[in-house]
């Protein structure tokens, strides 16, 4: 069973960066998808990056394009997501996911089904 572990988060002034970890436990299967989420209370969860494990293909919400990136180490035991021009507005929980149906491609939020505990990253003016 899928263990998922983030990491990274944390207080920084807006216009900061952070680079959050998620550890990949107990992964059986050879290509899957990767996302970062992030929820604030009382709103929906929101997709902010994804990563197709085994082609490497990536994607991003609109809000983050061009400041974050999703990325694997080499052993794919580990997804980041770099944060760069942090905004007050982004203060929220950050979660990692995974999603083992990459063939309905790795935007298709109704196939994550295993998560971590989320790391707050709090963004201050």
């Known amino acids: 069973q899928v263990q998922l572990q983030e990491s990274g988060g944390g207080s920084v002034q807006a216009g900061g960066s952070l680079r959050l970890s998620c550890a990949i436990n107990?992964?059986?299967?050879?290509?899957?998808?990767m996302a970062w989420f992030r929820q604030v209370p009382e709103k929906e969860r929101e997709g902010v990056a994804f990563?197709?494990?085994?082609?490497?293909?990536?994607a991003y919400g609109d809000s983050v394009k061009g400041r974050f990136t999703i990325s694997q180490d080499l052993y794919k035991t580990t997804v980041y997501l770099q944060i760069n021009g942090l905004k007050d507005e982004e203060t929220a929980m950050y979660y990692c996911?995974?999603?083992?149906?990459?063939?309905?491609?790795?935007?298709?939020?109704?196939?994550?089904?295993?998560w971590g505990q989320g790391t707050q990253v709090t963004v201050s003016s």
């Open positions: 996911a995974s999603n083992p149906e990459w063939v309905r491609g790795c935007r298709s939020l109704g196939g994550y089904n295993r």
């Open positions: 107990g992964n059986t299967y050879r290509r899957y998808c």
């Open positions: 990563l197709d494990t085994g082609g490497g293909g990536t």
